[in-house]
């Protein structure tokens, strides 16, 4: 008969082993060094435990915003202290914290943020949206060209409802560059669909280069777009930004390029009038101007 060898295993603290089970892992991973920094200080038990209770706390946020950061997709890493207010002194610094202290998300309204290309929008809404995340709401960036192209894509394999859904889960759904692009044919109609299923209850910010007179020929169907924005005006925050681009600011103050002579500046034709079959509104917002309603 051959003798069962004896396996000698190494004692589990029983502490380590209740700070796993209740996944405490900023207290066990810091815990020799969180009790020397608490009788250094001097600290007493009921402090000591508010310490471990404060730096478990910390690790959890900053593990729930790493991730949440992750799940967003934004394209790249902008904040509020980046922006330049006074390059864009048609933008209210108050009315961008107001927004970003998240309240709107909370009530389920909408930020439209319009103007020409390169004047922050899509700065502002990136920065809007980190405030979202740090204040402990989901969120979720898309430009418009790929989220009607992903709806168009579930409608044509039958899962529209599917993608709705997922789409809905967001507290704040951020969507870049409407207007920009040509959209996909029954972008109106897909678009419609997505802003009911999220209407007062979960919040939109759209950024486009076009004012809401003009989204009847972005998407093509005037009817549906004034239907589109009826609900996403109900309770909005609508933002236009005037100014110049900050790329094109650059390159001149480096002189790639020149300011259009004032003449020909005088010599333009005005800007055309939205025509008939563009919607129009009459509620109590200001789609052309710097202030909100809800």
């Known amino acids: 008969m051959t003798r069962a060898k004896k396996t000698t295993e190494a004692p589990t603290d029983p502490l380590d082993a209740m700070l796993a089970r209740l996944q405490l892992s900023g207290i066990r991973d810091q815990l020799d060094s969180l009790l020397d920094e608490a009788a250094r200080a001097n600290l007493s038990a009921r402090e ?37 207010f006074e390059a864009q002194p048609s933008i209210d610094p108050k009315q961008i914290r107001d927004l970003a202290a998240s309240r709107w998300i909370a009530n389920g309204e909408n930020v439209l943020l319009l103007g020409p290309p390169g004047v922050g929008k899509t700065h502002l809404s990136i920065a809007l949206g980190r405030e979202a995340i740090l204040a402990g709401y989901t969120v979720q960036f898309t430009t418009a060209t790929t989220l009607v192209a992903g709806l168009a894509k579930a409608h044509g394999e039958r899962r529209l409802d599917e ?9 704040l759904l951020i969507v870049d560059e409407l207007g920009y692009l040509p959209l996909e044919p029954d972008a109106a109609h897909l678009f419609f669909q997505l802003v009911s299923r999220r209407y007062e209850t979960g919040a939109m910010l759209i950024t486009s280069n076009r004012s809401v007179a003009e989204w009847g020929t972005v998407f093509a169907d005037p009817v549906v777009a004034t239907a589109i924005l009826d609900r996403l005006l ?48 009459n509620r109590d917002h200001n789609p052309d101007g710097g202030g909100s309603s809800s």
Not at 71 to 83: D, I, N, Q, S
Not at 163 to 171: G, Q, T
Not at 236 to 245: A, E, N, Q, Y
């Open 234 to 281: 109900h309770h909005s925050h609508v933002l236009t930004i005037r100014g110049d681009s900050y790329r094109l600011r650059a390159k001149r103050k480096s002189g790639l390029i020149n300011r259009p002579p004032l003449t020909a500046l005088r010599s333009a034709p005005p800007p055309s009038v939205p025509s008939a079959a563009e919607p129009t509104f």
């Open 48 to 84: 000591t435990l508010i310490l471990l209770c404060e730096r478990e706390i910390a690790r959890k946020d900053h593990r729930r915003i790493e991730m949440a950061l992750k799940l967003a997709h934004f394209p790249a890493v902008k904040e509020l202290a980046g922006f330049d």
């Open 163 to 171: 993608k709705l859904l997922a789409l809905s889960k967001p507290k």
